[in-house]
């Protein structure tokens, strides 16, 4: 599996298993904190990857290397969205 894959499911699944496991924690659902927790396990796999693939590659300065590290920790939805949909192609 390569990692363009693993970075579409790993996103996926966070964002499904995330929202739906915050919606049984608001309605007192067992098992909900084991949906968070997998959801957030799914976060990072796919903020680890993406870091890996910023961090090496070479088409990009260090400035926006930071800037895309920094979006990816502090403004996750958003900026891995915009990672994934258009701007992995320009850095990888």
């Known amino acids: 599996m390569e990692n363009k894959q693993i970075l579409t499911i790993s996103l996926l699944l966070s964002t499904v298993i995330v929202i739906v496991g915050a919606f049984l924690k608001i309605m007192h659902y067992p098992f909900s904190e084991m949906l968070l927790f997998i959801g957030f396990i ?47 192609k320009r850095i990888i």
């Open 42 to 88: 799914s976060t990072f796999v796919f903020w680890y990857i993406a870091i890996l693939e910023i961090k090496s590659s070479t088409k990009i300065n260090g400035a926006e290397k930071f800037m895309w590290i920094f979006g990816l920790i502090f403004i996750s939805s958003i900026t891995s969205l915009v990672y994934l949909l258009s701007a992995r």
